[in-house]
């Protein structure tokens, strides 16, 4: 019963510093996420991918990229790290449209 | 304005309440409605999908008002374990395959 599965749980960076957040699924779903959570912000949406071979922006894409590396995985890259980008990060999974997100447990990111 | 949203709170209350938390959403064509719980430090783990005509599930209660634009929920009888900060989460509509999240409510039931 594994769901979403997240690495590292937490994680301290240097400001400029390069890290990869991985995210596996094993329920079969076609859509992955990934959320940042901030203090009175909410959840807001990173990127995202609909289906295999897709990616798209979210409400908060600048300074990520992502690799949707099969059905099960979706990666987050964080190339320069900076302070504002310390946060919670989820990754998520859907069946697709209309379907609720199954979030994994989350990285602490800090970034000094 | 934000897509989602909600009333932060705290909400504080007696065990044994009923509670209630609105939650609006501005874009008219978003299609999907959720209402997640998150305990503090962990991630948001889906309590209920919202459904035109209401739906329960025990204790708790969701209600789409689409006139007017907010989801609504329930909780009656509140219990010390029901805690937590609740979400809620819309689709943006147009086939988009994604959810925008309110930024919580919390509740803080007491003895």
């Known amino acids: 019963n594994a769901g979403v599965t997240q690495t590292p749980k937490f994680q301290v960076l240097k400001t400029g510093q390069s890290m990869t957040l991985q995210c596996a699924q094993d329920?079969?779903?076609?859509?992955m996420y990934w959320y940042r959570q901030d203090p009175g912000m909410g959840l807001r949406l990173i990127y995202y991918?609909?289906?295999?071979?897709?990616?798209d922006k979210g409400e908060v894409p600048n300074g990520y990229n992502v690799s949707r590396l099969n059905k099960r995985e979706f990666s987050l890259r964080l190339e320069s790290a900076a302070p504002s980008q310390t946060s919670v990060y989820f990754c998520a999974s859907s069946d697709g449209v209309g379907s609720p997100l199954h979030f994994g447990n989350g990285t602490r990111l800090t970034v000094t | 304005r934000k897509e989602v949203e909600q009333d932060p709170g705290p909400f504080n209350v007696p065990e044994g309440a009923t509670v209630a938390f609105n939650c609006t959403y501005s874009n008219s064509a978003s299609q999907s409605f959720f209402w997640y719980r998150q305990d503090c430090r962990k991630e948001p783990k889906l309590l209920m999908s919202v459904y035109s005509s209401g739906n329960e599930d025990g204790r708790f209660t969701a209600q789409l008002n689409r006139a007017s634009q907010y989801i609504s929920l329930l909780i009656r009888d509140s219990k010390l374990s029901d805690s937590a900060t609740y979400l809620c989460?819309?689709?943006?509509?147009?086939?988009?395959?994604?959810?925008?999240f309110g930024a919580g409510t919390r509740l803080a039931v007491h003895p």
């Open positions: 991918s609909a289906s295999e071979g897709t990616t």
């Open positions: 329920m079969n779903h076609n859509s």
């Open positions: 989460a819309a689709s943006p509509g147009g086939g988009y395959n994604k959810l925008i």
